[in-house]
Every structure is written in C-alpha cells, then in structure tokens.
C-alpha cells in the first residue's frame, strides 16, 4: 500500500516513524557508501526505502513445480497466470491492478494487470522457483525477497520441505520477513498424511530455520475446480481445497492495520539484515588489521630486542680488543724497565733498533690480532643486520599471504588493494635489500668508516692499512717520543739521582699515549657500531612506517564506522519496538 493510505492521513506519530524509518535507511546507506560497501547492499537500502511508496509486496517462492501459479489464481478467484510451464520459459511475474487485463515483458520481468480490487493495494510477484535452473531467474526471485512485505512460501504436499527449500527460507528469514508456509496439493494425501505432513513441515521449519511457522493445507486444485460446478459441489470442492483458512487469514493480515505494519517492518528488516552484515565484515577487519598491527608490533620488538642483544654482544666482542691493547701496555712498561737504563744508555740513541726492538717486543702479532677482532667484529655486525632483514622478510611475505574474505570482503573496497601495495612495498624493500647486499663491500666500508675515525686523518694518513697497523703506527710513536725524550734527558747531563725519576715520568706517558689510542680505538668502534646499528633499524622503520600508518588509520576509522553502525541498528530495534505497537494498538487516521 502506499503511504498515506488510501483511506486516511496516517496520524503525526504514524508519519513521524516513516520518517524515522527513511532517516535511518538513509544513514546506513551513508556509512555503506564512505566505507567502500558495494554497491548491492547499498542499492537494497535505496530500494528499501522507495519501496515505502510502493504497494504492499506479496512474494510468492518456492521449488518449481510446486503449484505457486495456480495458487495465486486459486489466491484471487481468477485464472489470472499461466499453469504447466516448463522451468526454462518460466518468468518472474508482478501482478498489479489495473482497469483492464494487460500483459506487458520487461526483460525477464513479465507484468501482469488486472482489475482485482484485492490489487489496488497489493502487488503479488511470482517466481519461478527455488530451484530455478537459469542463474537469471534465482537472482531476481533474491532481488524480490529483500523488498517483500509478506512471504508466501509454496510446498507441494507429495514432497515438503525439500533441503533446497530449506536454504531459501533461511535466506528469506535472514532478511526479518515474515513467512507462511502453504502445503500445496494436498489432493494427493489423505487427511491423515496431510496432518503428518503439516507436522513434519512445521516441526522441521523450527529445528532447522528457527521460527514455528503457520502452515495451511490448501489443494489449489480443488479451489480452481469449485468455480466451474454447481452450488452443491462447488461447497463440497472449497471445503476440500482447504483454502477458506488461508483466505481468512491473508485477510486479516491484510487488512489496513495489517498491511501498515508489515510495510513498516520490511524496511527494517532490510536495515537490520544488510547492517548486522557490515558490521560482521567490520569486527572481521578489525580481527585483521589486529593481526597487521600485531605484525607491526612484533617487528617493532624485535628491533627494541635486537638493539639490546646487540650491544650486549657487541660489548663483549670489544673486550677482546681491550685485552689486546691490555697485554701491550704490561709489555710495554716492562720494556721501559728493561730499556731505560744507564746500561742500555749507547742503544737509546739508535732509534732504528729501539723501534724495531719495540715492534718485535711490545708490539708482536697485537697488529694481526686488533685487524682479526675489527674484522670480525665488522663481519659479525653486517651479517646480523643481515639476518634482520631477512627476518622482516619472511614476517612480511607471510602475512601477504593472508588475505580479506568472507563477510568482510563486503567493506573491502580500495582497502585491500592498498594494503596488499604496502605489504608489496614493504616486502619488495626488504628484498631489494638482501637482493643488493654485497657482504664484502659493506663490511669494507664499515672498516673504514673505523680506521679514518682512529687516525683522524690529522694525526696520521693511513691509506690502504689496516686498523692494526695503524693503531700500532701510533703506539710505536708513542714509544719513539718516549725513548727520544729519555735520550735526550742523558745527553743534557741529567745525574744518576733523576733517572728512576725520568723513567716513571717516561712509563706515565707511554702509559697515557697508550690509554689515549684504546680511547680512541674504542670509541671508533663503538660510535661506528652505533651508527650503524641505529641506521640499520631505522631503514627498516621507516620502510614500515606507511604500512603502519595505514593500519592505524584504518582501524580507527572502522571503529568509528562500526560504532555508528551499531547506534543506528540500536535506533532500528527502537523503531521495530514502534512498530510492534502500533501493530497491536493499530494506526489511527485523521
């Protein structure tokens, strides 16, 4: 029916909840469109909503074959539609009132228009079946189910309640339509297995649907025939038909209290349907993005706990260089003794053997060694960045791996696509950086990096050297100054009395040139190691700092997304509360 009624205003608070209503559709629809839905979903909104201007709807479904033609003839006293079709030139049927009998094919549509009185408010759809074998007619019987006032759901009585049937009205039932169930063919059965029938279809519709339906026994048949005998048998046919029940019934359902409420209703168990959906896909989106952010989060932690292992290795792989430098300055301050004195007094102005004694004495294989540390330090370094990357690598392809289905591909839109480019990105930096990783190259680099910042370029041109041989180079001229100094003390007549004197001040410089190289050795190292440590995690942050970014923010807008959501299916409930009321209370007109 459309709305206002033909017989009457609808009263202020009737009018006030049809504006609710379409305040309501349309907000959903809103939400669906700025979070990517569909378009199916949102158009069922729109149709919701104009179909409140529509007649009231009455959809006839089931299995082919059923008898759901010649029941809507036997519905309205008239052979109005076609009988015996195959399922292959079956049509979907909209019967409407109009002042002369027209028939009019739109497609897959057929309309039909006959002056009835029962149409001018009531529009009947007949479909061609449950089990339609062209995708084209189940599709358009589903587009009609959504935009249904009243179901009318057709069961033969030789087979009822088939699994096929069962599915649909599921379906039917997800979209809060009200159902009633017609056990057609009844002819076929005698009253005792009709009975058993009606129990089995009614028993088996609350155990397997979840609703206790109302179901007629009718045999269309028998209420066809009973127009074409004489008043005696045409008593005797309706009464067997069964259909005076249906018919009083239908009546009362339809009467105007009656078709208000059911107009009412069926926008919003389209609302109800079609939001609890979305927010379905969004509480499954967010389980994902959960995941994602879990990703983050972990790779997150394991750069905290790879900075912490780091050091800490790094620490006591450093120690070996110390211990070099350690046993240098005891051999090197035993050698002070043993050199520095009156007896040796001709050798201190040798320098050349003096150093070349030094290096063989005090300095020996330490060059050798502080070059294996640095480069196994280096290597140590390189590779376990290494390893982080790969690590990043195979979290990222993996989690690449997990895609959005189910009810949640419903909120996909543009969001899937994006988030599989970021993971792509992701995944494609990482591997660009193992791809490009030249191990000997880098750890070259880094040793470098070491050595310039030991020799400061200022003190001493290393070149090519190593860093062993330029740490030595600057212990042995720690030694040469120290020795040349003593030497020089000798020559300017410095008496016997001052020369322990002269060589503790020599030990303490020696000891001080010494402490000042493993100083600065030290902190070459452990500067260059930091650098390149926090380079290392940084590469990898900001490499996922867009993909985080992203998932944050589309969590954040899905939360409020889901938050309107469920607010407006709260203001749905209110309204079917409105509604139920006014059910039993009934419209009042002015």
Do not use: C
Not at 16 to 21: T, W
Not at 92 to 120: C, Q
């Amino acid at each position: 029916m459309p709305l206002p009624t033909a017989t009457g205003v609808l009263n202020e608070a009737t009018r006030s909840l049809l504006r609710d209503e379409r305040v309501v559709l349309g907000r959903i629809r809103e939400l669906l469109v700025s979070h990517g839905a569909t378009a199916q979903p949102v158009e069922q909104l729109r149709q919701a909503e104009l179909d409140l201007d529509e007649p009231f709807l009455l959809v006839v479904v089931g299995e082919f074959n059923a008898g759901k033609s010649a029941f809507i003839n036997a519905l309205m006293g008239e052979s109005i539609l076609r009988e015996g079709v195959t399922p292959t030139t079956a049509v979907i049927t909209r019967v409407r009132y109009s002042l002369t009998t027209i028939e009019r094919r739109e497609g897959p549509l057929l309309e039909v228009g006959f002056p009835l009185e029962l149409l001018r408010d009531v529009a009947i759809i007949d479909t061609p079946g449950t089990n339609a074998i062209l995708r084209e007619h189940e599709e358009i019987t589903s587009h009609f189910v959504p935009r249904a006032d009243l179901v009318l759901f057709v069961t033969s009585a030789d087979r009822p309640f088939t699994e096929t049937e069962r599915a649909f009205m599921q379906r039917i039932r997800e979209w809060g339509k009200k159902v009633v169930v017609v056990l057609n063919k009844i002819d076929l059965l005698s009253p005792a297995q009709v009975d058993e029938q009606v129990a089995f279809v009614r028993d088996g519709v609350e155990r397997l649907v979840g609703f206790r339906p109302n179901v007629f026994p009718v045999s269309s048949r028998a209420a066809l025939q009973a127009r074409e005998t004489d008043e005696v048998a045409r008593v005797e046919a309706r009464r067997g038909s069964r259909f005076d029940a249906l018919e009083d019934y239908v009546s009362s359902t339809l009467d105007e209290r009656g078709r208000l409420a059911l107009k009412l209703a069926s926008p919003l168990g389209v609302a109800e349907r079609v939001a609890r959906t979305f927010v379905m896909a969004a509480e499954e989106k967010l389980a994902l993005l959960t995941v994602d952010e879990q990703l983050v989060q972990a790779i997150d932690d394991q750069l905290v706990g790879y900075r912490e292992d780091m050091r800490r290795d790094f620490g006591l792989r450093l120690e070996e260089v110390e211990n070099i430098i350690n046993e240098m300055i005891v051999r090197g301050l035993e050698y002070l003794d043993a050199t520095l004195r009156f007896g040796r007094i001709i050798d201190l102005f040798r320098q050349k053997l003096l150093r070349e004694e030094f290096e063989r004495v005090v300095v020996g294989d330490a060059p050798d060694r502080i070059d294996q540390v640095a480069h196994d330090l280096i290597d140590w370094m390189v590779g376990q960045d290494l390893k982080l990357w790969r690590s990043v690598t195979e979290q990222v392809d993996r989690r690449r791996g997990t895609r959005i289905d189910g009810p949640s591909e419903r909120l996909a839109g543009s969001f899937e696509y994006d988030r599989r480019a970021l993971l792509g990105s992701l995944g494609q930096t990482s591997r660009g950086v193992l791809q490009r990783h030249d191990h000997q190259r880098e750890a070259a680099q880094l040793a470098a990096s070491v050595r310039d910042a030991v020799t400061q370029t200022t003190v001493l041109e290393a070149g090519a050297v190593g860093l062993g041989a330029v740490s030595m180079a600057l212990v042995g001229s720690a030694a040469a100054d120290v020795t040349g100094l003593f030497a020089a003390s000798v020559l300017a007549g410095v008496g016997l009395w001052l020369l322990p004197r002269k060589r503790s001040q020599a030990k303490a410089q020696f000891r001080a040139r010494t402490e000042e190289l493993r100083t600065r050795l030290v902190t070459a190292l452990r500067d260059e190691f930091q650098r390149e440590l926090e380079r290392s995690i940084q590469r990898i942050r900001d490499a996922l700092a867009p993909y985080d970014r992203f998932v944050r923010g589309e969590r954040q807008r899905t939360e409020s997304f889901l938050l309107s959501l469920r607010s407006e299916l709260s203001r749905v409930a209110d309204l079917r509360i409105s509604v139920e009321r006014m059910s039993r209370d009934g419209p009042r007109v002015d």
